[in-house]
């Protein structure tokens, strides 16, 4: 008998039918756009127009023309989208869903560590506050960090921020020095390969597919790293049957959703679980987001010179990344 259980869709209930029936009124009555990240729960996801990771929901949220966005993430996805949406309405399901990462790097000591090194250009992951977005050259999201660095010149120092894993795989993968920052995700700090092993053992055709914000330990071990929509596509073009899958486990909805013939085990960060979770991207409910449109709150707002700040190095993430 396996410990290790493949994930199987959730099934739809009436009261959760009911709700997204709401939403979808309430979408085409209020001219707004729900954007999900995969890490929502199966729900949520499903009551969205774009679900994505932060670089599609980035862009998403640049380029919609609906009057409200309704953003089901974390704090700094929301902040991200009404950075680029200023006189447009942006709402989240739950303002207190906020990102420890984000929160590991606290914008007095930032600029502290900044000091240190005057001559760097700083390129902060987008999991960062608008705070330290604006204390930043570039921003970049798990999907375009390489892409970024690579643009910097070979002698200009780098500092980068705040998630030292994602920071370190860079330095490895371009054979860089960098001046890395270090915080990281709990999420997926929480993955040893002492315990994927385990499923690897009761998977032996499975691939390991992990996101760099991953331990080291991790990365080296898996078939395959990338950020959440680069794990998507490398599950949807494989031609193996079976995954095993370190990040957040709100990703094998889609996953399988995408090759419904495949088996996706969530990696487990100890012994015998499934996965480990973001409680803070959890917090967003298809109720939250029902009353969320019926009442137009909680609304994020943000300063207008910090938005003005924080939006240059988004802004020019975009650019280098077109």
């Known amino acids: ?33 729900i954007l999900a990240h995969y890490y929502t729960v199966p729900r949520v996801q499903d009551a969205a127009d774009v679900v994505g990771d932060s670089l599609a929901l980035a862009r998403a949220a640049e380029e919609t023309d609906a009057e409200v966005i309704v953003f089901a993430g974390v704090y700094f996805m929301g902040e991200t989208a009404k950075l680029l949406n200023p006189d447009k309405l942006v709402l989240m399901p739950d303002n207190s869903a906020g990102c420890p990462l984000a929160d590991s790097c606290p914008t007095d000591e930032f600029r502290a560590f900044k000091k240190e090194h005057p001559d760097a250009t700083v390129v902060s992951y987008i999991n960062s506050t ?7 050259d570039i921003v970049c999201t798990s999907s375009n ?15 980068f921020g705040p998630d030292r894993n994602l920071g370190g795989y860079i330095q490895r993968k371009l054979g860089r ?22 499923a690897a053992a009761e998977y032996p055709q499975a691939r390991v597919i992990a996101h760099p ?7 080296d071990h898996a078939d395959f ?23 957040e486990p709100g990703i094998l ?5 995408r090759s419904p013939g495949k088996s996706f085990i969530a990696a487990p960060a100890t012994s015998g679980s499934s996965g480990s979770v973001c409680t803070q991207m959890k917090q967003n409910s298809l109720k939250k987001l029902c009353e969320c449109l019926e009442r137009s709150e909680p609304e994020i707002v943000v300063d ?11 802004r020019r993430m975009l650019e280098m990344s077109a």
């Not at 914000?213 to 990365?219: F, I, K, P």
């Not at 596509?233 to 031609?239: C, G, I, K, Q, W």
């Not at 909805?253 to 959703?257: C, D, G, I, P, S």
Request: overall charge negative.
């Open 253 to 257: 909805y889609e996953m399988k959703k």
């Open 177 to 198: 020095d960098m001046i890395i920052w270090q915080g990281y995700c709990y999420v997926h700090d929480a993955y040893s390969w002492d315990y994927i092993a385990r």
């Open 145 to 159: 960090a390489e892409h970024i660095v690579r643009q910097i010149p070979e002698d200009k120092p780098v500092i």
């Open 130 to 136: 608008a705070e330290i977005k604006a204390e930043s």
């Open 225 to 247: 790293v990338g950020s959440t929509g680069a794990l998507l596509a490398y599950t949807e073009e494989s031609d193996a049957a079976e995954f095993i899958v370190a990040t």
């Open 213 to 219: 914000e991953c331990r080291r330990e991790v990365l």
């Open 304 to 314: 207008k010179d910090l938005a003005e700040a924080a939006l240059r190095p988004i």
């Open 1 to 33: 008998m396996k410990t290790f259980l493949p994930y199987r869709i959730p099934a739809l209930d009436d009261e959760e039918r009911a709700l997204l029936e709401r939403i979808e009124t309430l979408k085409k009555e209020r001219n707004a756009v």
